[in-house]
């Protein structure tokens, strides 16, 4: 099957509408819009062409954002020396810095640590098995984040019995690198099982967090299947994505920019990590990059605090259904359309623009016990469900879908959802970029009813511009 035109300009004097699955219409405008594949097309008097457009306006905050920032720096033994560097850089900006003290750590760090504590309120957080040494070193330390990163199986029940209430290690999306297969579980911040820790709490439950690794570009995580090469870590950017290091500083305010205006309707974490020791090798080449983020996550409002200090903020709201949308950042020279991620309790779904449905499916429910190295179960083509039939009329969309199995599922709708005036609770905005709504299918023929104000045609505007 050939792939579909991706287009972001038309040029015409008439109305212009578009469908990238033949279900549902998006109305574009004669001017550039965020890319998106052309199934079908009605736009008599114009055409298309792809001219890489200006990120979308839904994707640069417009008011205050409810995103928190944490820069933290992971120190390995024995490569745990010096961590001056990138300690100097974020004080320089103004940037309390949590340190993740990652198995035996060499005692000359304990003071350095202590001081920053004292004089800019740096925190630190350590693998569950050396909190004794923690305690003895630094009578402000309190257990609350532990450290579990990529490459072995995760130490949750140490990490309960020490009285932390989170764990810091996910690399969301990933399938091998470092040896982890983190794929399907949350991005961010979430409420985790602790008897599956990939998938969220099934029980509106958040006594114990899941928290990424480092933030990363969501839409070309994904549709780049590198994951690894586009985050907030200044040499994934330079030797991984092989960006130059004005390119990789511009790319990290975008990247940031794009996460500050998603948290507009949702509290989400962001987390900035880079290896104490990595820095300070790669100084000269990262210092701008990461000044570049530190001052943008500052210039967009983003609360700026500790690891520990997000989890207190963010227990309240972590368990709730979180949709987010992320544009094509044209890094590297790949350019396609944006996507939106979602998850629930029960179910992970990525959509691409402008699709009703999802690209693919995490099934948590199956997500029973999770393991470092596999991922969360998928669905797989066969159980995926199909639409069959949408309409729309005073104000109710009406779906049709045919479930193989009984499954949590969602569809997605790129349109500004104040505008489209969803009634629906099972509807949670992404942003100013579009919405996704949440329902259970049962095996067989399914009929789902959504209200919107603009639910009188098939035909929605597309917020792209």
Not at 116 to 142: E, K, L, T
Not at 188 to 202: I, L, Q, T, V
Not at 302 to 322: C, H, K, N, Q
Not at 414 to 432: K, L, Y
Request: proline share 9%; hydrophobic share 45%; charged share 20%.
């Amino acid at each position: 099957m050939r792939p579909l035109p991706v287009y972001d300009r038309f040029s015409g004097t008439g109305a212009c509408r578009v469908s990238s699955d033949g279900a549902m219409w998006y109305l574009v405008p004669a001017a550039a819009f965020s890319p998106l594949e052309v199934a079908r097309s009605d736009c008599p008097g114009g055409r298309f062409a792809i001219v890489p457009a200006p990120v979308p306006s839904w994707a640069i905050p417009q008011g205050p954002t409810q995103a928190i920032f944490s820069a933290v720096s992971l120190v390995e033994y024995p490569r745990d020396h010096p961590i001056e560097p990138i300690r100097d850089l974020a004080h320089a900006a103004g940037i309390p810095l949590t340190f993740l003290i990652d198995g035996p750590w060499i005692a000359d760090n304990a003071p350095i640590i202590d001081a920053a504590h004292a004089m800019y309120g740096d925190d630190a957080q350590v693998y569950p098995v050396d909190d004794a040494a923690a305690r003895a070193a630094w009578p402000w330390f309190h257990p609350t984040v532990a450290v579990l990163g990529a490459g072995w199986e995760r130490g949750i029940d140490a990490a309960l019995k020490d009285g932390d209430r989170a764990f810091w290690g996910i690399t969301w999306n990933s399938a091998g690198v470092d040896f982890t297969a983190d794929r399907g579980a949350p991005w961010g911040a979430y409420c985790a099982d602790p008897a599956s820790y990939k998938r969220p709490s099934p029980n509106d439950d958040c006594g114990f967090m899941g928290i990424e690794w480092t933030a990363r570009d969501l839409t070309m995580a994904y549709e780049s299947e590198h994951e690894d090469a586009y985050s907030t870590d200044p040499d994934d950017l330079r030797l991984r994505a092989h960006l130059d290091t004005a390119g990789a500083g511009e790319y990290e305010r975008r990247m940031i920019d794009a996460y500050a205006a998603a948290g507009q309707t949702t509290p989400i974490l962001v987390v900035s990590q880079e290896e104490a020791w990595e820095f300070a090798t790669n100084a000269a080449a990262d210092t701008p990059i990461m000044s570049a983020l530190y001052d943008q996550a500052k210039r967009d409002g983003m609360t700026i605090t500790t690891l520990p200090d997000a989890v207190e903020r963010l227990a309240a709201s972590a368990g709730r259904p979180r949709v987010i949308a992320f544009p094509s950042l044209a890094a590297s020279g790949r350019y396609g359309p944006a996507t939106i991620d979602a998850h629930d309790a029960h179910t992970a779904m990525t959509f691409r623009a402008a699709q009703l449905l999802p690209a693919r499916v995490f099934a948590y429910d199956r997500e029973t016990r999770s393991s470092f190295n596999a991922p969360v179960p998928e669905l797989t083509p066969a159980e995926m469900p199909t639409l069959t039939d949408v309409r729309a009329s005073a104000g109710v969309l009406t779906l049709r879908l045919h479930a193989p199995i009984a499954t949590d599922f969602g569809v997605a709708f790129w349109t500004d959802p104040a505008a489209a005036g969803w009634t629906s609770p099972n509807v949670v905005p992404a942003g100013r970029a579009g919405a996704v709504a949440f329902f259970n299918l049962a095996a067989g023929d399914n009929v789902v009813t959504l209200g919107c104000r603009i639910c009188t045609s098939t035909t929605f505007p597309y917020a792209g511009g």
